[in-house]
């Protein structure tokens, strides 16, 4: 993995980094990703600690892989002209944005469902990071305003429907976090750290945005649609009860978002993961024990919750967001 030599040395933190390197490959590990440092490995074979015939090993097996893959094929990498067809192919892409559109995962429908025809819409875009938040907005404000059948709108007030799309973002790969990964919807949201300090943590930045929004499109009837980048397994005890219509998208294309939500496809995605019903369900007590047991799938918690608490998010509707749900019409 990434990152075994620096920020997640879990283990062997107090080993030099070429006795790590060394400890790793010596295991039986072939390749260190990403941001590893070589001359660490190039310090611990001269210095003995790896072999020589270690390395070939290591290093026999990952080109063996290369060239079965064909990675060195003359028939499709070495000549660029051909490697760039390879990738420019058309089936291919439309491939790739069909399942786009079915990973749409439609999560609660309150008669939003599909977006009628010259429905007007208005869009906001939201991320923990400003700048790309804007970037999101001013392609889904474009993509609208093409969008054949639909009208996009600049106030709040001229919609139909106002559309949300949030995109949190929590911790850091090769950084821990003071405290646990948040997974709130959150802004300057106050957290303990493990040594007992408290600092802000922030996953959405002016996530109160949506609260403002549903109070506007609801004083003259209109409705909200929130979707959210579901790349982890975020609590939507903030958001569902606002929104209604609520989507899960995975780095989706808006476009193709858009295509489910006005029923240019029906949409077919479920979801990949159970979504906890709140901090209360994964909360981590003094002794790092969860009351979730962490070995067991969302879907089966509820065997191992303690009396009276339930792991999956249950909506308005009664719905629960376990695997391999999702809403269709």
């Given amino acids: 993995d990434s990152g075994i030599l620096d920020n997640m040395d879990w283990g062997v933190e107090h080993l030099a980094k070429?006795?790590?390197?060394?400890?790793?490959?010596?295991?039986?590990?072939?390749?260190?990703?990403?941001?590893?440092?070589?001359?660490?490995?190039?310090?611990?074979?001269?210095?003995?600690?790896?072999?020589?015939?270690?390395?070939?090993?290591?290093?026999?097996?990952?080109?063996?892989?290369?060239?079965?893959?064909?990675?060195?094929?003359?028939?499709?990498?070495?000549?660029?002209?051909?490697?760039?067809?390879?990738?420019?192919?058309?089936?291919?892409?439309?491939?790739?944005?069909?399942?786009?559109?079915?990973?749409?995962?439609?999560?609660?429908?309150?008669?939003?469902?599909?977006?009628?025809?010259?429905?007007?819409?208005?869009?906001?875009?939201?991320?923990?990071?400003?700048?790309?938040?804007?970037?999101?907005?001013?392609?889904?404000?474009?993509?609208?305003?093409?969008?054949?059948?639909?009208?996009?709108v600049d106030q709040v007030e001229d919609a139909d429907i106002a559309l949300v799309f949030i995109y949190p973002k929590s911790g850091n790969y090769f950084s821990a976090t003071l405290g646990l990964l948040e997974l709130a919807l959150c802004e300057n949201k106050t957290n303990r750290a493990i040594d007992g300090t408290e600092y802000m943590e922030t996953t959405v930045s002016n996530i109160g945005r949506v609260s403002e929004i549903q109070r506007q499109i609801r004083k003259n009837g209109g409705k909200l649609v929130v979707s959210v980048n579901t790349v982890m397994p975020w609590l939507f005890d903030s958001i569902e009860p606002l929104a209604d219509g609520l989507v899960a998208h995975f780095e989706t294309f808006i476009k193709a978002q858009i295509d489910v939500f006005s029923r240019k496809v029906s949409p077919s995605g479920v979801l990949p993961i159970t979504l906890p019903a709140s901090a209360e369900v994964i909360a981590v007590g003094e002794k790092g024990e969860c009351v979730s047991r962490n070995d067991v799938p969302g879907y089966d918690k509820d065997l191992y919750m303690p009396r009276g608490m339930h792991y999956a998010y249950k909506d308005e509707m009664g719905n629960e967001y376990k695997l391999g749900f999702g809403l269709t019409y």
């Fill in 18 to 152: 070429e006795d790590k390197a060394a400890k790793a490959i010596n295991a039986g590990v072939d390749i260190i990703a990403d941001t590893n440092e070589v001359h660490w490995i190039k310090k611990a074979v001269e210095t003995g600690k790896i072999s020589e015939e270690r390395i070939d090993e290591a290093n026999i097996r990952l080109l063996t892989e290369m060239f079965d893959l064909g990675l060195f094929d003359s028939k499709t990498y070495v000549d660029p002209n051909v490697a760039k067809e390879v990738v420019a192919d058309q089936k291919s892409r439309d491939k790739a944005y069909e399942t786009h559109q079915k990973s749409v995962v439609i999560l609660k429908n309150k008669n939003v469902f599909p977006f009628k025809e010259n429905t007007k819409i208005y869009v906001e875009c939201l991320h923990k990071d400003i700048d790309m938040a804007r970037n999101y907005e001013v392609d889904a404000r474009q993509i609208l305003k093409d969008y054949e059948n639909l009208e996009l």
